[in-house]
């Protein structure tokens, strides 16, 4: 009976520490617009291009750590990267990454966004963000 | 004959209570602690591909581990079945999630937004917080019954 007792205390423990990232991967599931919001501007210089992104984090559930990453990609090969870090990302937080990428290095690449996170720093995750096809 | 109509009791209440805490283990490693931490569908976990047939085979597996350790409780077998039993439910959930590392992928808007979360840290919390508890208790109990019997 203790054995039971001592079981179903840990599940709700396991469910309690779960929570954040549940809700936070809910949210992400169910609406990852609102979740995250990016915005780009690409500002062309005399051979390259300077490329910023702001992410801005809409979703309830605060972000510990938080890691954004901008990389140029070539068959899976990072070409060029950017990053930003935050030891805390709450509701309405942005980050801004910053690029200069040249032309020659645009034309055969794909930009993708890697965001590194942990809901309440309980459960490390990796979103990749990148052009389907 | 009194005595002869206890240990029938006796037994049978062993063998219930061996295959209600089967039933309950496996619940625990193969459906509730899975559910958990993948409260929405994710592509390619393993547990995915197991058949109707090894499901009910695991529960099977369970139930007479569960018997096994109810009726030879005041033997030292017992320790060695309820680590065993422990062990196998937490290899059981491991390989269900992929040792851990699990991925999903969503097509919105033209994007693929890929999502990788590594479960190892609260796959550890759920050893030293389920499996490893119950062997430790089981070990106390027999001890202790034993200690209290010398």
Same mark, same amino acid.
């Given at each position: 009976?203790?054995?039971?007792?001592?079981?179903?205390?840990?599940?709700?423990?396991?469910?309690?520490?779960? *929570?954040?990232?549940?809700?936070?991967?809910?949210?992400?599931?169910?609406?990852?617009?609102?979740?995250?919001?990016?915005?780009?501007?690409?500002?062309?210089?005399?051979?390259?291009?300077?490329?910023?992104?702001?992410?801005?984090?809409?979703?309830?559930?605060?972000?510990?750590?938080?890691?954004?990453?901008?990389?140029?990609?070539?068959?899976?090969?990072?070409?060029?990267?950017?990053?930003?870090?935050?030891?805390?990302?709450?509701?309405?937080?942005?980050?801004?990454?910053?690029?200069?990428?040249? *032309?020659?290095?645009?034309?055969?690449?794909?930009?993708?966004?890697?965001?590194?996170?942990?809901?309440?720093?309980?459960?490390?995750?990796?979103?990749?963000?990148?052009?389907?096809? | 004959?009194?005595?002869?109509?206890?240990?029938?009791?006796?037994?049978?209440?062993?063998?219930?209570?061996?295959?209600?805490?089967?039933?309950?283990?496996?619940?625990?490693?193969?459906?509730?602690?899975?559910?958990?931490?993948?409260?929405?569908?994710?592509?390619?976990?393993?547990?995915?591909?197991?058949?109707?047939?090894?499901?009910?085979?695991?529960?099977?597996?369970?139930?007479?581990?569960?018997?096994?350790?109810?009726?030879?409780?005041?033997?030292?077998?017992?320790?060695?079945?309820?680590?065993?039993?422990?062990?196998?439910?937490?290899?059981?959930?491991?390989?269900?999630?992929?040792?851990?590392?699990?991925?999903?992928?969503?097509?919105?808007?033209?994007?693929?937004?890929?999502?990788?979360?590594?479960?190892?840290?609260?796959?550890?919390?759920?050893?030293?917080?389920?499996?490893?508890?119950?062997?430790?208790?089981?070990?106390?109990?027999?001890?202790?019954?034993?200690?209290?019997?010398?």
């Amino acid at each position: 009976m203790l054995k039971l007792f001592i079981q179903i205390a840990a599940l709700f423990l396991l469910i309690a520490l779960t *929570y954040p990232a549940t809700t936070f991967f809910y949210e992400l599931a169910t609406h990852p617009a609102d979740v995250f919001t990016v915005s780009y501007l690409i500002t062309p210089i005399q051979d390259a291009v300077i490329i910023n992104i702001t992410i801005t984090y809409n979703g309830s559930v605060p972000l510990t750590p938080f890691n954004a990453t901008i990389a140029i990609v070539k068959e899976n090969e990072v070409l060029l990267s950017g990053s930003a870090y935050r030891d805390t990302l709450n509701k309405g937080d942005s980050v801004t990454i910053s690029l200069e990428v040249p *032309y020659d290095i645009l034309q055969e690449s794909k930009p993708e966004i890697r965001i590194n996170l942990s809901p309440n720093g309980i459960l490390p995750m990796q979103i990749r963000i990148r052009e389907a096809g | 004959m009194k005595s002869h109509s206890y240990s029938i009791w006796s037994i049978s209440s062993k063998i219930i209570g061996g295959i209600i805490h089967g039933c309950i283990t496996w619940l625990i490693y193969t459906y509730i602690l899975p559910k958990i931490f993948t409260a929405f569908d994710f592509h390619g976990l393993a547990g995915a591909r197991l058949t109707s047939t090894a499901w009910l085979g695991l529960l099977a597996f369970f139930i007479a581990l569960g018997v096994a350790e109810s009726i030879m409780r005041k033997h030292p077998i017992s320790l060695i079945l309820t680590a065993f039993t422990g062990f196998i439910g937490f290899s059981i959930l491991l390989y269900i999630l992929n040792y851990g590392q699990i991925r999903t992928e969503i097509e919105y808007e033209g994007y693929i937004i890929g999502i990788t979360i590594d479960l190892r840290l609260i796959l550890t919390a759920a050893f030293l917080l389920i499996t490893l508890p119950v062997i430790l208790l089981t070990a106390y109990e027999y001890f202790k019954k034993r200690t209290e019997e010398m």
